[in-house]
């Protein structure tokens, strides 16, 4: 014979409870017509506190799941700019002929929220400028492809999907890395071609930027400890000094 189900059990249990109950009340009050009535009133009114309870409790659920993917997902951001992102973009802005863009990455602990906007709408709008030789190259695409195997691994994450903009930068990095490496050598490439890597590393370059930004913006209010490292080692800091100052 087959084994009830737990939720079976439960259904049937909350039936006799009903059943026992409705038999206590007639046996100390012996009146059914009050409990037609009442009873009536309940059945008639239980599909709108089905409704109301299903939709309150569906929100609640819905909202506790995406928390915890997006605390997740913040620990998979956590760990690529850990591994991957910071050194890449510290060697994409060493490609930044003019760094003008430098000042709006200055993070502090006295950033608001709108202090982060402002320098998330810079980075926008600012014309990443990458002028990279032959060395610059090779030393780029070193540091890419050793890290594919943990890019390949980022891609498979099934959360990444509730991030449209890490993913798209995700993969502006993974094509950088493809393109460098299908190339024997950088030193004898025509002008074309170098242009085509400078827009591929600019690409790279500016999601990078924008995407460390809401990066540390979220270890400011989740992770203080975390956050005052991320400082410490800003990419797009020239003066910036791990060691903690006085």
């Known amino acids: 014979m087959k084994k009830l ?13 009903t059943v026992v109950l409705v038999g206590i009340h007639y046996l100390i009050f012996h009146d059914w017509h009050h409990l037609a009535i009442y009873g009536m009133h309940d059945i008639a009114m239980m599909p709108l506190e089905v409704l109301v309870v299903t939709m309150i409790l569906h929100s609640l659920l819905e909202r506790r799941a995406h928390q915890e993917m997006m605390e997740k997902l913040h620990m998979v951001i956590g760990a690529f700019f850990s591994e991957v992102g910071t050194g890449l973009l510290h060697r994409a802005a ?14 502090s602990a006295k950033w ?14 600012y014309d ?24 390949l691994g980022l891609l498979q994450n099934p959360n990444l999907l509730e991030h449209e903009s ?21 030193g004898d490439l025509p002008e074309s071609d170098l242009r085509h890597l400078a827009g591929d590393i600019k690409r790279a370059y500016a999601a990078l930027a924008v995407e460390w930004l809401d990066h540390v913006r979220h ?6 400890y975390l956050f005052s490292l991320a ?5 797009l800091d020239t003066n910036a000094v791990v060691t903690v100052g006085e």
């Open 5 to 17: 189900s737990w939720r079976m059990k439960l259904g049937l249990g909350l039936a006799a409870a």
């Open 94 to 107: 060493g490609l930044d002929e003019n760094l003008e863009i430098r000042d709006q990455f200055l993070v």
């Open 112 to 125: 608001d929220a709108a202090r982060y906007d402002a320098a998330k709408r810079a980075a926008a709008k």
């Open 128 to 151: 990443y400028t990458v002028r990279a030789d032959a060395a610059a190259l090779e030393e780029l695409r070193a540091f890419v492809v050793a890290k594919r195997p943990f890019l």
């Open 166 to 186: 890490f993913t798209d930068m995700l993969w502006a990095v993974f094509h950088l890395s493809e393109e460098l490496e299908h190339r024997n050598s950088f």
């Open 219 to 224: 270890l400011q209010s989740a992770y203080p």
């Open 231 to 235: 400082v410490r080692t800003n990419p």
